[in-house]
């Protein structure tokens, strides 16, 4: 069976993985199993370019096809802000919480809320070529406080315009049929035969 790395220490985020490509007959580990390996510099200014990064480097240094991905939020009336920043967005240092705090903050007196979250998809063989890359969306409104305590990240404050109701409030199950991950996934569970 092939091995692939899915470039992430998360294990919420490769059982994720793992469900969504259970029909493919594929290993996948992550990089908990190569611990000695550095974690790059992400300086893309979009998330498929941070994406690309990742998977190159990854599967570079692990000797196997990599899949990367980079996601983030972006509010319209921010003009994308906090996209590839979602996750430092309130410093470097951030968590959820900070990050929740501020976006909040910066959306007081804006009424237009839509906003999205976009992921970006590459995969990479060990010589360092881009085999293939997919983008999943999820559109959504950005709520004026926090709903629901599922999920991580900004999904308390995500109005998912598909489910009606807030990541927040959403199960995995949920969350995976709609999800911009799930989405990016997929697309690439279909074009799987082709380029592997």
């Given amino acids: 069976m092939q091995e692939l790395v899915i470039a992430t220490t998360n294990d919420g985020k490769l059982e994720e ?23 790059p510099v992400e300086n893309g200014k979009t998330f498929a370019a941070n994406a690309r990064q990742k998977a190159v480097y990854y599967a570079k240094k692990t000797g196997k096809i990599c899949i990367a991905d980079d996601s983030g939020l972006e509010v319209q009336t921010l003009k994308g802000e906090p996209g590839v920043r979602s996750a430092r967005y309130a410093g470097e ?12 903050q910066t959306m007081k007196f804006h009424m237009k809320r ?25 559109e959504g409104m950005l709520l004026h406080d ?3 305590e599922e999920g991580f990240g900004y999904d308390p404050l995500f109005w998912s315009t598909e489910l009606h109701k807030s990541l927040g409030e959403a199960t995995m199950e949920e969350k995976n049929e709609i999800s911009h991950r799930s989405k990016a996934i997929k697309k690439l569970c279909s074009m799987w035969e082709k380029i592997k």
């Fill in 17 to 39: 993985f793992k469900e969504l490509m259970k029909e493919m007959k594929v290993e996948l580990k992550s990089l908990k199993d190569w611990p000695e390996i550095a974690v």
């Fill in 93 to 104: 240092e951030a968590d959820d919480e900070a990050n929740n705090k501020l976006l909040l």
């Fill in 114 to 138: 839509t906003c999205r979250f976009r992921c970006a998809l590459a995969v990479a063989n060990p010589a360092g070529k881009i085999l293939a890359e997919t983008e999943g969306i999820c």
């Fill in 146 to 148: 926090k709903v629901g």
